[in-house]
């Protein structure tokens, strides 16, 4: 599976933004995907997560309520919808596959990665 995430860029806080990921390769609709991020001189963490039927779907706390995950099984992507944005929220963020049918909020978990996209949110 091969994951291009894109739709990063700058925007002020309070404001909003939506991620795209899409998938080629193998069979998307069986795979648990992932949104990560990783702030400077941080580590990667777990954003949110969704099932391979997008039925169900997990969060952090620190994004729960602000930051909506959906997928198209139809279109292999999956979306992260950003509102109310933070200048915390200032990373770069992953898409990540993994081969269950669930999401997973540890990053080793996952078989697959994207190569990130810039959020930066200012204040």
């Known amino acids: 599976v091969q994951l291009q995430a894109s739709g990063g860029g700058l925007v002020q806080a309070g404001g909003s933004l939506g991620l795209s990921c899409a998938a080629s390769?193998?069979?998307?609709?069986?795979?648990?995907m992932g949104w990560f991020r990783q702030a400077p001189g941080k580590e990667r963490e777990f954003v949110a997560g969704i099932r391979w039927s997008g039925g169900s779907t997990n969060y952090a706390d620190s994004v729960k309520g602000r930051f909506t995950i959906s997928r198209d099984n139809a279109k292999n992507t999956v979306y992260l919808q950003m509102n109310s944005l933070k200048p915390e929220d200032t990373a770069v963020y992953y898409c990540?596959?993994?081969?269950?049918?669930?999401?997973?909020?540890?990053?080793?978990?996952?078989?697959?990665w994207g190569q990130g996209t810039q959020v930066t949110v200012s204040s």
């Open positions: 990540a596959a993994r081969q269950a049918i669930g999401p997973s909020k540890l990053k080793d978990e996952y078989d697959y």
């Open positions: 390769g193998r069979t998307f609709s069986y795979y648990g």
